[in-house]
């Protein structure tokens, strides 16, 4: 019963639980409020195609500046305001503010934004791309919506229906962090994927040599390959990283070493391909946050 689940739960609840518990409480009353006093910001990392090294997107990546406690990062907000029923409202924010970003790049410069599964769930979700889009202006062609694994975990036919609905409006679908999570190669064929990221952890663990890392990156590249999709290698920190990546055959490359998260700013001024020159030298630049 209820009352036993309880009774159970309590033997286990320690002061420093409590202590985490009313933090989080609190962190979801800021959160709560973050959005109306300005507090959530959204930063571009550069995402580039691995024969030029030319920008081809920018993935829009959501920041929280707490009062207090500062920059909370977004693997420990973002399951705050999916708990706390505010990630839909945050969602929604991010897609029109990043679509309205994304109006000041040069055309052929796509944005990439991150889903949560719950958003995907939800079934106002193609309404909010479709206002998202046509409150900027923005061709449903230059947007990429980044899913996980973990969308497939819950309500497989309603997800599904999302994720073809989405695909009907005329966006592009990525499978993020792939590799991280049951990487089961089923879940590529339940949607029409453009594209795989390859999470940063297979990217450093083929760079340190360890062979299985190199086979599975290989093994992603020619599943996708095959299947007609782009793959994405995350994290990229150095030169080295770079050089491997674009020996395994990924499509397109993405990480600190080709830029940081930044303000919109000088996102802007790096999509401009005449400043964004394929001189690897020029392409570092320092995070703005
Ligand atoms: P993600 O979508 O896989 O985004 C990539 C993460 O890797 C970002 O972390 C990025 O800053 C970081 N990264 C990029 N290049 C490098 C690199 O070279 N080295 C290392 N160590 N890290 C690199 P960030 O910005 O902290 O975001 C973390 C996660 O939070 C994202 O992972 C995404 O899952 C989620 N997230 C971020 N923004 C949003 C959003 O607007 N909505 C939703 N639902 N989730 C978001
Ligand atoms: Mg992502
Ligand atoms: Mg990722
Ligand atoms: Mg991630």
Redesign the pocket.
Known sequence: SAKDAGRGRQAFYQPAMREAADQRRRLEQDLNEALARGQLSVLYQPIVSSKTYEVEAY?ALLRWKHPEHGFISPEIFIPIAEDAGLINRIGNWVLRSACETAMQWPEHVKL?V?LSSLQVESDGLAATVISALSASGLPAARLEL?VTESVFLRHGDSTKNMLERLRAIGVELAL?DFGTGYSSLGYLHRADFAKI?IDRTFVRAAVDGWQEGVAVIEAIVSLANSLGMATTAEGIESEFERDEMVRLGCTQLQGYYFGRPARHERAVRQADKAKFAADTENMKYVDTR
Do not use: H, L, S
């Open positions: 993935e990439a991150n980044e993020d990221k």
